[in-house]
């Protein structure tokens, strides 16, 4: 296989793959950053309190919130990485706070719901001549049920999010205090 050809091939699929194409799947995707704050745009008094601090001015002015320096610009960038930061930390606690009820695992509702033998006799129907057959007959079980018996719990997905958004604002806020750093150097 030439490189010519994967590059062809990934252009190929790439085009299968541009997002939603209803009026109703875009607007899921934009409500995407609301569902737990981090991604969208940051509060502007929580940036003018920062830069507040950063400039040593007490009192900000609209005009120091659109800068047209190079000092302002920098100063309002590690100002808004601050509140970023800030919001994913308190989005990350909060979490961490929520009580958490454990999924229920598809032996438990069968339990509950049908008794240990039945249990057992549904199982042993399972008539499925692969690996891959047998994981689709029990994602139907889980779905009917509502169980979760593989990958990770909703709450466990949420955190995973949040600490990658929380990594991406430390690399964020460590790249703006650099720049801020060397611009006060020069």
Not at 3 to 32: C, E, F, L, M
Not at 61 to 84: N, Q
Not at 86 to 115: I, Q
Not at 129 to 135: A, E, I, Q
Request: charged content about 30%.
């Amino acid at each position: 296989m030439s490189a010519d050809h994967i590059a062809a091939r990934n252009r190929s699929n790439a085009q299968n793959s541009t997002g939603p194409k209803t009026a109703k799947g875009k607007a899921v995707v934009a409500g995407n950053a609301r569902k737990h704050g981090v991604t969208g745009r940051p509060n502007p008094d929580r940036i003018q309190k920062w830069l507040a601090i950063i400039l040593n001015q007490p009192n900000i002015s609209l005009a120091d919130l659109m800068p047209d320096d190079d000092h302002g610009t920098r100063a309002l960038v590690l100002a808004e990485a601050e509140v970023r930061l800030a919001v994913v930390e308190d989005a990350l606690r909060a979490l961490n706070h929520e009580p958490y009820d454990a999924p229920k695992t598809m032996f438990t509702l069968y339990k509950e719901s049908k008794g240990i033998l039945q249990l057992a006799e549904e199982m042993l129907a399972f008539k499925t001549t692969s690996k891959r057959g047998f994981r689709t007959d029990i994602r139907i079980v889980n779905d009917k049920y509502g169980a979760r018996t593989t990958g990770v719990s909703l709450r466990e997905n949420r955190r995973r999010i949040l600490q990658r958004y929380l990594a991406e604002a430390k690399s964020r806020k460590r790249r703006a205090f650099s720049a801020w750093i060397a611009m006060k150097a020069n």
